[in-house]
């Protein structure tokens, strides 16, 4: 398969790492300074994982590319639609476009700009982020192994998600295929904008905001509200499901950051509509109270463009 890999954080450059080393042919879209690194020295995975991929095709143009086989679109939520219009020249007829976002609209935002044929629903889990040009550093043990799960969208499996599953897991990514997205993608933005807001607004680590009796209290109702949200939109969520998610949280690692938070820290543009602000917007279209997330928008409304001017 010929792969583009649509955002080479890290989601999209742990990917195609793996992929590229695995003798997959894999190019990597990127820009500023990360672009100049692949190019110059490639990419380099640390951290539990370490990979070095030297030999690599990365570009700022998907036009250049060709047409390809499968995208792996791993954009920020609020790159979603400038970079759907990118990758317009290289999706052809039996393209396969798979998200790996954080929300729960991408998919039909994607279904809209480039074709319902194309589009693969996808969550990631992944304890990684960039940490310099050309770096990607995997934090974590080997226990917290990076893992995707996508499927079509509306529901069930087929061959091309099977075929998907296959070199995904031939490269040593634990991947899996999901019979009803709508549920999967939602069990993902519950961890994502729960821990989300409780590490954004209180700028805490994972393992101190699950430690404190305060801060946890915040990050369960954080989880809860955007289920009960769920629930009124018509997702059939487990019963257990904030157990669930908060179970997981507390096996990921202790110094882990929502990737919200790392942003936050840098400056850079925030998931914040994505996020908490589509909590909220669901929430009063539902009926649905949502005081948590209503706060935390509030809170890091000021910084959801980058870092304020002084």
């Known amino acids: ?63 250049d590319l060709g047409t390809v086989d499968v995208v792996l679109f791993c954009v920020k939520l609020h790159d979603t639609l400038a970079a759907a219009e990118a990758i317009a020249p290289i999706v052809g007829a039996s393209t396969t476009v798979l998200t790996l976002q954080n929300g729960i609209e991408s998919v039909a935002q994607l279904k809209s700009a480039i074709g319902e044929h194309a589009v693969l629903a996808g969550a990631a889990y992944f304890p990684a982020s960039i940490t310099g040009p050309g770096e990607i550093t995997y934090f974590g043990k080997i226990a917290n192994r990076p893992h995707v799960i996508f499927g079509e969208p509306g529901g069930g499996e087929s061959a091309r998600v099977t075929a998907l599953v296959e070199r995904f897991r031939d490269a040593g990514v634990v991947a899996e295929g999901s019979p009803d997205t709508d549920v999967m993608l939602w069990e993902k933005f519950l961890l994502v904008v729960g821990s989300s807001a409780a590490t954004g607004v209180t700028r805490s680590t994972v393992g101190a905001v699950r430690s404190d009796p305060d801060m946890r209290w915040l990050l369960r109702e954080a989880i809860a509200e955007a289920e009960r949200v769920g629930r009124a939109a018509g997702v059939a969520l487990h019963a257990d499901v904030v157990d669930t998610v908060m179970e997981a949280l507390d096996a990921n690692p202790a110094d882990g950051k929502a990737s919200q938070l790392v942003d936050l820290e840098a400056g850079r543009r925030l998931e914040l509509d994505g996020l908490s602000g589509t909590v909220v917007r669901l929430g009063r279209e539902f009926g649905v109270p949502t005081p948590v997330h209503a706060t935390v928008y509030a809170a890091l409304k000021p910084f959801r463009g980058g870092a304020p001017e002084a």
């Open 1 to 63: 398969m010929k792969f583009a890999v649509m955002g080479a954080g890290g989601v999209g450059g742990y990917l195609g790492a793996k992929l590229s080393a695995a003798g997959e042919d894999v190019s990597f879209i990127a820009r500023g300074a990360h672009l100049e690194a692949l190019r110059r020295t490639g990419l380099r995975i640390r951290g539990v994982e370490n990979l070095h991929i030297t030999e690599l095709r990365a570009t700022e143009a998907p036009a």
